[in-house]
């Protein structure tokens, strides 16, 4: 009985083997790479830029690892995947439409000046010019789409104005409604009774 128990054991071993290296030669095999898991951890900053402004933990969690990542790999592979990076970097560093976190802006400098010194200045000065120059030319480019689809197609210019328009009327209500309870709160606290 114990020979018996041995072989199933053997044959399920040979079934597990076999399995695995069926999954390593199928079509729907995934390799990690760093600039893979480089581009997934700029999305995620991204995505927190975006849907969640105010929180910075992300951010500051995948610009710290991004850095670790430069120490480690050093300058000749550091220069193959900064170009991932660099825009991320370059929109928290000239963050303006919000009220850019203090800490946040800091360490984007520090993580900045990091990758300088360890890639050089020529690669770093080109590279980040160039994440720049692909900046603004989205940037220009959304305006003059914009500015072209306010002639070409008014109504979709109406709606989205008037849609701008009835947002700053109800963040202005929010407001005014957050500095009466504030008046309140104040007025009940303040008195004594």
């Known amino acids: 009985m114990d020979v018996e128990e041995e072989e199933d054991e053997d044959e399920e071993e040979e079934d597990g083997e076999k399995e695995g290296e069926k999954e390593d030669e199928g079509p729907g095999e995934y390799r990690v790479s760093l600039p893979w898991v480089t581009r997934k951890m700029i999305h995620e900053a991204h995505y927190e830029n975006i849907h969640n402004p105010r929180s910075v933990l992300k ?3 995948v610009f710290k690892w991004f850095a670790a990542v430069a120490i480690d790999l050093g300058p000749e592979l550091l220069a193959d995947i900064i170009h991932i990076a660099l825009p991320a970097l ?3 560093l ?3 439409r919000r009220m850019p976190d203090p800490k946040l802006k800091a ?11 360890t890639v050089g200045t020529t690669v770093f000065s080109e590279k980040f010019a160039q994440a720049q120059k692909i900046r603004m030319e989205r940037i220009s480019s959304r305006k003059q789409k914009r500015a072209v689809e306010a002639v070409t197609r008014p109504d979709i210019s109406y709606k989205r ?13 929010r407001k005014v409604e957050k500095i009466r ?3 309140v709160l104040k007025g009940k606290f303040s008195r004594k009774s």
């Not at 360490?107 to 010194?117: A, P």
């Open 107 to 117: 360490l984007t400098q520090e993580v900045l000046e990091l990758l300088k010194k």
């Open 90 to 92: 370059h929109r928290e």
């Open 59 to 61: 951010r500051s969690y």
């Open 94 to 96: 000239n963050n303006t």
């Open 161 to 173: 104005k008037q849609k701008q328009n009835i947002a700053k009327v109800a963040a202005k209500k």
């Open 181 to 183: 309870t504030m008046k």
